[in-house]
């Protein structure tokens, strides 16, 4: 790394003392971002980078609740209010027990780029807590997420700060969140998006981050003359972004072979076909089981427990699960197996060791904050529709969505091709997020 870079990074280390994910996120931004300043002086000596690794405030809070066996329990709460310069502070809430400071700043730092290069009006933020939702009843999630909207209601607002789902929050808890919140406030506004159809969610918002991932997957195959049109695809995770890419992959014509959890991965060689992911859906979003109870109707398939997917040959695979978990000898596997593509579904799912070899292979490499920002994207649509008090259709919302995710893949092209037909999708992707956000913080002053 350039001696610029290091000391940023260095500085960046000294001053946010064991936060591995936050450090890894930043790093990858300032690799790509640094250079883009030094070339550009209207960026120069204005800190902006400095700027944005700061939060601009975060809440940490007590969750007290009581559990059906009626004992007292008690997690952290968080909310990380990154960026506004461009909008609303606009970012997941994520449930599970791995949840810290470090892993909701990493998250909330990648959420200002990603808002940024869905052209919507959207800052970046991220928050949670460490209850793990696994194992518990319905009432018992109702009554967590009452306790923890008590304490985050005095910090959101629909123009102020606008929560969603991530790992462990989806319908069900947004749900429970927005009750308690107009309870508290007295208030039907778009302070939550992923909301239930009938109190102001948007169509395609469930399907949107799984969708758009395979959408710019999409872009990047084209531009290779290639598409998913049998070619064989692996997926990391069952949850909410991994079953609407699979979904979307299997419709344009891919043969989805892998799905996984963190106990393993279930690989089916036959493919995963409508009526298979149907039951994925049953066993996860209705009976919040284990994705090994696919071999329950599907005996044929094998389940490889405690393994991820990576070692499965295919063309095209789509990490959909969680952060740093796909590493630099699972890359080296996926490119030696003849992968040529890997659109990044979760949040930093390559560790830097695997971005690495992508890049020495020069296979199409796509990062999360661009190819998994059709979620986000969605959200924002779902505000737009509260706004104007109006629910678009599912064809409105998903066109939306396209345009969307090809305005994102070519802004990627302008900022990250080398002119001899490569596009650095990182690079693309980092400076292209940068450049609205510090163009906003030039405008707005020191604040
Ligand atoms: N929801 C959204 O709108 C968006 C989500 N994302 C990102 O996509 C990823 C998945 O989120 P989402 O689908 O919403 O979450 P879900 O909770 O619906 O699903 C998460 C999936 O990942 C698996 N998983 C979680 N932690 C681990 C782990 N440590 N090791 C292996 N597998 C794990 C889960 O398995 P298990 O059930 O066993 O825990 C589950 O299959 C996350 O990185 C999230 O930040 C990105 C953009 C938008
Ligand atoms: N979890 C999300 C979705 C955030 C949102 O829809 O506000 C993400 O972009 O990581």
Redesign the pocket.
Known sequence: MSQSIDAFVEAVAKNNPNEPEFLQAVQEVAETVIPFIEKNPKYQGKMLLERMVEPERVMMFRVAWIDDKGQTQVNKGYRIQMNSAIGPYKG?L?F?P?VNLSILKF?AFEQVFKNSLTTLPMGGGKGGSNFDP?GKSDVEIMRFCQAFMTELARHIGADTDVP?????V?GREVGYMFGQYKKLRNEFTGVLT?KGITFGGSLIRPEA?GYGDVYFAYNMLKTKGQSFDGKTVVVS??????QYAAEKARQLGGKVVTL????GYIYDAEGIDEEKLAYVMEIKNVNYGR?SDYLKKYPNAKFVEGKRPWEVKCDIALP????N?LNGDDAKTLVANGCICVAE???M?STPEAVLEFQKAKILFAP?KAS?AG??ATSGLEMSQNSLRLSWSSEEVDDRLKVIMNNIHQACVQYGSDGNGYVDYVKGANIAGFVKVADAMLAQGVV
């Open positions: 997941g994520r599970h791995s998250l696994k969603a789902g991530d790992i462990g989806g992923g981050t995770g069952s949850g909410n972004v991994a996984s959890d963190s106990s994705i959909c699960a969680t952060q978990e579904g979760a949040n799912p999360g998994n979620g986000v």
